[in-house]
């Protein structure tokens, strides 16, 4: 089987919150403040991933809460693009308001972050004064009967002790999915992060917040009715899905079960990163991203879009599918270094 990454669309370049292990450009690499992706370069894009096999995407930012043409480009995809999947990814309260009119335009999951129960700690981690109203987005997004799925990065010495409450919460809300992820520790690498923030507030740095999985996983291994191992489209991290007996599913994303690596890793100093090949992003100014750390490997469809050349954006689209395909596998335990990949 052909192995595909993810589509990801970084749809704007600013959330209005400032978590410290993330950055202002979110999963976008460093993108001009204000920048929303234009609706129908984003179409026109799609159009090209379509044609590589991929019919699902998954709607970040920035956060698209706060993208005006939300609802309408949501439709669009499923209607126009012919999309079977649309995930949109928020960490803002407006997306439960959202919720009702992004439902009925065609959204199939939604995905909320929410990193602890103390609305403190809320406050610390995130910047705004609104952990109440983004538990009520959550159970506005678990009302409208689609899936919903609650991201938690855990962080050593920040919310560790709160896993086990976060996740009985989620369950008691009826969430569908729960997933833990561990710190991206080499964020701080790029352009730009929020990691300054953190340098302040606890006197740390984001790889002092990494906290390896295992024993996590182990905990849960034994309440869990059913486990499996998955990946999207046969790449990125393998990741353990833990049924729980109310029904919901845990899934731990344990960044050192390794990562697959492609030629755009040649030479670069970050090898083995955290997340390496994963995902194909299109960012809010309509450059492709391989990585969330390099600007230098990025391809500027901007130009090739304004021209209507769907035949210049579709020869880029097809060469980037065939990166990933032609991507290997590296366990991170492992001391050998991918082959023709040199750190």
Known sequence: MRRLPQW????????????????PSGEAVA????????????????????????????????????????????????????????????????????APALA?????????????LDPDLHREICGPDDHAEVLDAIRACVATGLPVKVNVVVMSGINTPEIEPLIGWCEEAGVD?????????????????????????????????????????????????????????????PMTVFTMPSGTKVVVKDSTAGAWYGAVCRGCPLFPCHDALMA???TADARLQFCLLREDVTVDLAPLLDAGDTKGVAAHVEAAFEMYAAADFRKHAEPTELAGVSR
Not at 104 to 115: R, W
Request: proline share 4%.
């Open 177 to 237: 999915s729960v997933k833990l992820l561990d710190i991206i520790k080499d964020l701080g690498e790029g352009a730009e992060s929020y990691e300054r923030r953190l340098q302040i507030k606890r006197k740390m740095n984001l790889p002092d917040l990494y906290v390896p999985l295992e024993n996590l996983a182990e905990g849960l291994r034994k309440r869990a009715v059913a486990e499996q191992v998955v990946q999207q489209g046969g790449l990125g991290h």
């Open 104 to 116: 009925e335009a065609g959204v199939t999951q939604f995905n909320v972050s929410l990193d602890t």
């Open 280 to 282: 194909l992003r299109l």
């Open 8 to 23: 990801r669309v970084t749809v704007n370049s600013r959330c209005k919150r400032s978590c410290f292990y993330c950055r």
């Open 31 to 98: 993108t001009e403040s204000g920048t929303d992706l234009d609706p129908d370069r984003l179409l026109a894009v799609a159009a090209a991933v379509k044609a590589q096999g991929v019919d699902s995407v998954k709607l970040t930012g920035g956060d698209p809460a706060l993208y005006g043409p939300l609802v309408d480009v949501v439709r669009r995809l499923r209607e126009e693009a012919g999309m079977r999947e649309v995930e949109v990814i928020s960490r803002h309260p407006r997306i439960g308001e959202l």
